[in-house]
């Protein structure tokens, strides 16, 4: 007999970061989806995984532990998520509350520059949109969204919150070479998330995998969500080139997104090795 498929989603967020369902909800939409292992990789907080620990137990779906860090490689934001990490680990742990202090002054520092930029009670406002611990960018545009102070969070986006804009707070991140290590400590997998989001020359992503490798990390995400074809090939050769592990997930943040849904991505190609090929 066949083995039954297993779809694999390692990545998206729920509302204890920046995306809109529970943890639980989460977790039943993978289900539905024909997602059979998920990983929830909210911003820089782990909050959410005993809640989809015990759905996915409910739902008999297999739970992967992740978090997707914010951090720094030569003065950009990069996203490096970490899977299968042991989340009783010392560092990781240490690593994680740090993140969360420098999310809580973060979001004081973009709430200083809305309100310079017009946008009143942007700290109250801001908090108001969140559920959970990481607050961001995004609750920032819903607030502007819902005050009228902007159209769409689209706009808010372009005006106030995006790459180079007033509210883009980056250079608080730490560098990615002092949060790879402490993913491997606690027997994770760094993965080099989205990387074609980060619209690098193919000299300066060598350059960044280059680096990547050099401070333990252990795999790319060859497949973001739904992308073309020729751009699966391409990431899927590069991760081979750099002897990086394969991942794939959605990035999913909510329902009426018409793109990134739970599971809903091509499969990985078969020159790559798959990330879980590191836990299995
Ligand atoms: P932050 O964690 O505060 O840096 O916010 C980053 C998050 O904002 C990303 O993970 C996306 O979910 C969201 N985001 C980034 N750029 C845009 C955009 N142009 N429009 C809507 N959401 C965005
Ligand atoms: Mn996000
Ligand atoms: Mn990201
Ligand atoms: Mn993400």
Redesign the pocket.
């Known amino acids: 007999m066949s083995k039954p498929t297993r779809v694999y989603d390692l990545h998206c967020h729920s509302n204890q970061s920046?995306g809109i369902l529970s943890p639980e909800a989460l977790v039943s939409r993978a289900k539905l989806r024909g997602v059979t292992t998920l990983a929830l990789t909210d911003?820089d907080t782990i909050s959410g995984l005993p809640r989809a620990r015990r759905q996915a137990e409910l739902e008999g779906i297999e739970l992967v532990n992740g978090i997707e860090f914010?951090c720094m490689w030569a003065g950009r934001g990069v996203h490096v998520v970490a899977l299968a990490f042991d989340e009783k680990h010392d560092g990781i742990q240490k690593i994680i509350r740090e993140q969360t202090s420098l999310r809580e002054r973060r979001t004081v520092l973009i709430a200083e520059k809305m309100e310079k930029a017009g946008f009143n009670d942007a700290l109250d406002r801001a908090c108001a949109e969140a559920d959970g611990p990481a607050i961001?960018?995004?609750h920032f545009?819903q607030a502007m969204v819902k005050a009228g102070f902007c159209s769409s969070?689209?706009q808010a986006?372009k005006r106030y919150l995006?790459t180079g804009k007033a509210g883009d707070i980056k250079q608080i991140w730490p560098e990615f070479g002092d949060v790879l290590p402490a993913i491997s400590e606690a027997s994770g997998i760094a993965v080099l998330a989205h990387p074609l989001k980060y619209k690098l020359t193919r000299t300066k992503l060598c350059k960044l995998l280059e680096d990547f490798v050099d401070y333990g990390g252990g795999a790319l995400e060859v497949v973001s969500g739904e992308q073309r074809p020729e751009d699966t090939r391409d990431l899927a050769k590069i991760a081979n080139t750099f002897a990086l592990l394969a991942s794939c997930g959605s990035d999913f943040?909510a329902p009426s997104m018409h793109w990134g849904e739970l599971g809903k991505f091509s499969s990985l190609p078969e020159s790559v090795q798959p990330v879980w090929t590191a836990w299995e």
Request: cysteine-free.
């Open positions: 920046d911003h914010s961001g960018r995004p545009a969070v689209e986006f995006g943040h």
